[in-house]
Nanobody, 128 residues
Framework: QVQLVESGGGLVQAGGSLRLSCAAS????????MGWFRQAPGKEREFVAA????????YYADSVKGRFTISRDNAKNTVYLQMNSLKPEDTAVYSC?????????????????????WGQGTQVTVSS
């Protein structure tokens, strides 16, 4: 089992920044891939970013590429999502996710069903 707890969401003006954190427990953190997804009201869940176990590979949705950065600190069992140049369309509940069975390449990481554990999510609201 892996427990995931997100933090760092909030209300920010367009053009602003937020950093989300996700603390993991219950399994050796360096053995799991991590990802971030988001879901806005009335919309489908959307892949945002993912990072491999070692942190050596990262993947981003086109909609956030160049604005968001995913990173991880395996010593702190934490994954981060730095979000810059935020837009109103970034408003959503952001959740972190853990993959324990292995993943390779963007197609695998962007697939919601390849993740085994989910956090409760944190609300991000970007005002115009």
């Amino acid at each position: 089992q892996v427990q995931l707890v997100e933090s760092g969401g909030g209300l920010v003006q367009a053009g602003g920044s937020l950093r989300l954190s996700c603390a993991a427990s219950g399994r050796t953190f360096s053995s799991i891939h991590m990802g971030w997804f988001r879901q806005a009201p009335g919309k489908e869940r959307e892949f945002v970013a993912a990072i491999s176990r070692s942190g050596g590979s990262t993947y981003y949705a086109d909609s956030v590429k160049g604005r968001f950065t995913i990173s991880r600190d395996n010593a702190k069992n934490t994954v981060y999502l730095q979000m810059n140049s935020l837009k109103p369309e970034d408003t959503a509940v952001y959740s972190c996710n853990a993959n324990k069975d292995g993943c390779s390449g963007y197609v695998c990481f962007q697939n919601y069903y390849n993740y085994d554990y989910w956090g409760q999510g944190t609300q991000v609201t970007v005002s115009s």
